[in-house]
C-alpha cells in the first residue's frame, strides 16, 4: 500500500518529546522527512527516525522560528506539512489567584506561538499548497476549572485555525486543529506527580479516575493524537479545512 506522506517534508514543532515526538514517528512511517523544532533541552540529543533533523528554536522568539523555517526549506528544498504543537500547560490557579505574567508567558507560547509559525510558514508553502495541522486541546470545547490561562490560549487555537483557513484556501494550503483530551504523556504524569504532593491523589488514581469518565473507558495515547495529525496532514482529509477534530476517548460528548 502507498505511504500516506511520501515524499513529502514536514516541521513539527515541540516535535522531540511527547505528542509531538509522536507524531514525527508517525510521519517518517508514512514517507515523510523534515524537522523537529524544540528548544533546547528537549532538542539536545534527541534520537529522531531517519529522515530528520533537529533544530533548536523558541516558538515564542519570532526571530527563531522563522530561522528554523527557512532552513527546514533549505535543507529540504520545500515545505509540505506544518504542525504547530508546542504548548505549555501551568500549574492550577483560581481565577482569583490568576498569575497574569504567567498568562503572558502561556499565550506567547500557545497561541503566539502557533501564529508565528503559520506566518512565517505560508511564504514557503505557498508554492506547492500544502496543510498545516495546530495541536489545540479539548479545552477548546470542554472548560478546566483552574486552568483559565490554558483554556483561553486554546480557544485562541480555534480563531487562528478558522481565520487561517479562509485565507490560505486559495493556495491549496488546509489548516485544521487536534482538540486531544486528557493524553499520559510524561508531562502530564509530571503534573499529576506534583498534585500528589499538594494533596491530589496519586498519579494511578488520577489516571483511572480520568478513563472512568470517557466512554471509550481508556484515555488518548500519543499515537491516537499522531494517527489524527496523520489523517488531517494527508490527502484522506483532501477537502477537510477549518475543522476541530476532537480526540479525546469520548470526553467531550
Not at 13 to 41: K, L, P, W, Y
Not at 175 to 198: F, K, L, Q, S
Request: hydrophobic share 50%.
Amino acid at each position: 500500500m502507498p505511504k500516506l506522506l511520501a515524499d513529502r517534508v514536514a516541521l513539527v514543532t515541540g516535535g522531540c518529546r511527547g505528542i509531538g515526538r509522536a507524531i514525527v514517528e508517525c510521519f517518517a512511517e508514512q514517507g515523510c522527512s523534515g524537522t523537529a523544532v524544540d528548544i533546547a533541552a528537549a532538542a539536545g540529543g534527541a534520537e529522531l527516525p531517519a529522515g530528520y533533523a533537529a533544530h533548536v528554536a523558541d516558538v515564542t522568539d519570532e526571530e527563531q522560528i522563522a530561522h528554523a523555517i527557512a532552513e527546514a526549506d533549505r535543507r529540504f528544498g520545500r515545505l509540505d506539512i506544518v504542525v504547530a504543537n508546542a504548548g505549555v500547560v501551568p500549574p492550577w490557579h483560581e481565577t482569583d489567584e490568576l498569575d497574569l505574567d504567567e498568562w503572558d508567558r502561556v499565550f506567547a507560547v500557545n497561541a503566539r506561538g502557533v501564529a508565528a509559525t503559520i506566518k512565517h510558514a505560508v511564504p514557503f508553502m505557498k508554492v506547492r499548497g500544502g496543510a498545516i495541522v495546530v495541536t489545540a486541546s479539548v479545552n477548546v470545547l470542554k472548560a478546566h476549572a483552574r486552568q483559565l490561562a490554558y483554556t483561553a490560549t486554546k480557544h485562541a487555537t480555534l480563531g487562528i485555525i478558522r481565520c487561517a483557513a479562509l485565507d490560505l484556501g486559495r493556495f491549496n494550503i488546509r489548516v485544521n486543529g487536534i482538540a486531544p483530551g486528557p493524553v499520559a504523556t510524561e508531562a502530564m504524569r509530571e503534573r499529576m506527580r506534583y498534585r500528589a504532593t499538594v494533596g491530589g491523589p496519586p498519579e494511578t488514581d488520577a489516571l483511572s479516575a480520568l478513563a472512568r469518565e470517557v466512554p471509550l473507558g481508556r484515555i488518548a495515547t500519543e499515537r491516537d493524537i499522531a494517527n489524527a495529525a496523520l489523517f488531517l496532514a494527508s490527502d484522506l482529509a483532501g477537502a477537510i479545512t477549518g475543522h476541530l477534530l476532537p480526540v479525546d476517548a469520548g470526553l467531550s460528548c
